[in-house]
Nanobody
Framework: QVLLVESGGGLVQAGGSLRLSCAAS????????MGWYRQAPGKQRAMVAT???????NYVDSVKGRFTISRYNANNTVYLQMDSLKPEDTAVYYC?????????????WGQGTRVTVSS
């Protein structure tokens, strides 16, 4: 079994910062890409940022220059540093990982952590 557990969400004023963390645990052989997605009220889940096992990053245009994704492979953790937060960043944030186990490679998702940015 594989678990992804997020932490770090909360309520912050516009212009503030939050750091999200997501740790993967379980029977893991290796982790390929990891990423953060978000789902705002009334909207579909959408990609925020991704990072490959080699550290190549990709961001949605709306967060470029404000958010930074990073990972620490030794403990199977991915982070999202969010600066200059805006009310439109309000959403439930989910981490995801493409994880290889013995005999399979699948996407796994965390349970989500809520981020609320007040104006």
């Amino acid at each position: 079994q594989v678990l992804l557990v997020e932490s770090g969400g909360g309520l912050v004023q516009a212009g503030g910062s939050l750091r999200l963390s997501c740790a993967a645990s379980g029977s893991i052989f290796s982790i390929d890409a990891m990423g953060w997605y978000r789902q705002a009220p009334g909207k579909q889940r959408a990609m925020v940022a991704t990072i490959t096992s080699n550290g190549v990053t990709n961001y949605v245009d709306s967060v470029k220059g404000r958010f930074t994704i990073s990972r620490y492979n030794a403990n199977n953790t991915v982070y999202l540093q969010m600066d200059s937060l805006k009310p439109e960043d309000t959403a439930v944030y989910y981490c995801a990982a493409l994880i290889e186990r013995v005999g399979s490679m699948d996407d796994y998702w965390g349970q989500g952590t809520r981020v609320t940015v007040s104006s």
